[in-house]
């Protein structure tokens, strides 16, 4: 693999903007884009892998299987629709970390010998990072210092953001992530995969205070937070009532109220947060960042504080592939030098994310 200084730099001599490729494979969806100039999406797919649903779940080796049938098909397709041929790419920007092993080999091997292929650098991006940044590429650069909250099926983070790669990690999911709560008590309620879409829609018909179900770790100090138990308690609320199936109405009520008790504790937390860091900015992110009441109690709470709420169309709150581009093009403006030996990491701690700058 080539280090890139030298495609780079002759592309930015002839006067031609960056063409970064970026591939996004962390979980279940695969997602390939197009980024001219660090800002410019000319293309953007993402590829939802249909077949977990029968199981409840995401199972690893079918979402690996998936990712290598997909890949090759998508960045044809993406080239085309951007109007580019594989050699104006100026570089391939590839998830690397957090994310399921197996996945996460598959795009990193792709783009692996793309970039070896076209003698073009392949820069290995953190897929939580990307997250951090993801409305920049709607609403324009982030004022700072910023506090991120990144909600998704694996992960519950709280970020002090003070620019490109420089990060203080606030707080985050001592067990389960708030998504993932989502789609275990989605699937106790008999619906279906993933769970977050369903139970936000069912909440609308509930009643959010049939059932008082605990706000974790809120009587603790400090920004991290806790799930598990709260799915517990759904689980012993509805174990009182029979087995499934369970009654429409039931069912609506202990989505309305278990949504509400997840909300809380993230607006809670979240705000705490802001205070605590001056923040001017509160970026929200990840595929929870979908839910319209987590959306609608913090753009008020912003409101209330004179902070600025950022959120992305849902589109880019999912596991995409035009955020990982973004930081890649930033990575390579910087003049970050890619790994030769690029590898993946499954968790956040192995990640090697950049954390300090103040």
Avoid at 148 to 156: P, Y
Avoid at 212 to 219: A, G, I, N, S
Wanted: hydrophobic share 45%.
């Amino acid at each position: 693999m080539t280090r890139g200084g030298s495609h780079v730099g002759s592309a930015a001599g002839a006067g031609r903007a960056a063409l970064v490729l970026g591939i996004e494979t962390s979980c279940d969806d695969t997602s390939v884009a197009v980024l001219e100039g660090g800002a410019r999406l000319r293309a953007h797919l993402i590829a939802a892998q249909d077949v977990h649903r029968i199981y409840g779940g995401v199972v690893p080796e079918l979402a690996s299987r998936a990712h290598l049938e997909l890949l090759p098909r998508l960045v044809g397709r993406a080239l085309a629709e951007a109007g580019a041929g594989a050699r104006d790419l100026t570089a391939v920007a590839v998830t690397r970390a957090p994310g399921l092993v197996g996945s996460l080999v598959v795009g990193v091997a792709f783009a692996k010998a793309y970039g070896l292929a076209l003698g073009i650098p392949v820069i290995g991006v953190n897929h939580i990072e990307a997250h951090l940044h993801a409305g920049t590429l709607e609403l324009g650069p982030s004022p700072e210092p910023a506090v991120a909250l990144v909600v998704s099926g694996g992960h519950t983070e709280l970020v002090e953001v003070r620019g490109v790669r420089r990060y203080r990690w606030l707080g985050s999911t001592l067990d389960d992530a708030a998504g993932e709560a989502f789609d275990k008590v989605a699937k106790l309620l008999g619906l279906g995969f993933p769970g977050g879409p369903e139970i936000d829609r069912l909440a609308t018909e509930g009643d959010r205070e049939a059932f008082d179900f605990p706000r974790p770790m809120l009587d603790q100090p400090g920004f991290d937070f806790s799930f598990s138990g709260l799915k517990t308690a759904v689980a012993l609320a509805l174990a009182r009532r029979g087995g499934p199936p369970f009654p429409p109405a039931l069912v609506a009520d202990v989505a309305a109220s278990f949504q509400a008790a997840v909300v809380d504790t993230l607006v809670s937390r979240a705000t705490a947060a802001v205070a605590a860091v001056g923040a001017r900015a509160l970026n929200l992110g990840g595929g929870v960042a979908a839910n319209r009441e987590l959306r609608h109690r913090l753009g008020e709470a912003c409101a209330a504080r004179g902070v600025e709420m950022r959120v992305p169309s849902p589109r880019l709150c999912a596991d995409n592939a035009a955020m990982i581009a973004l930081l890649g093009a930033w990575m390579l403006e910087r003049g970050e030098l890619p790994d030769p030996e690029l590898d993946v990491a499954a968790s956040l701690e192995e990640s090697g994310l950049p954390l300090g700058g103040d």
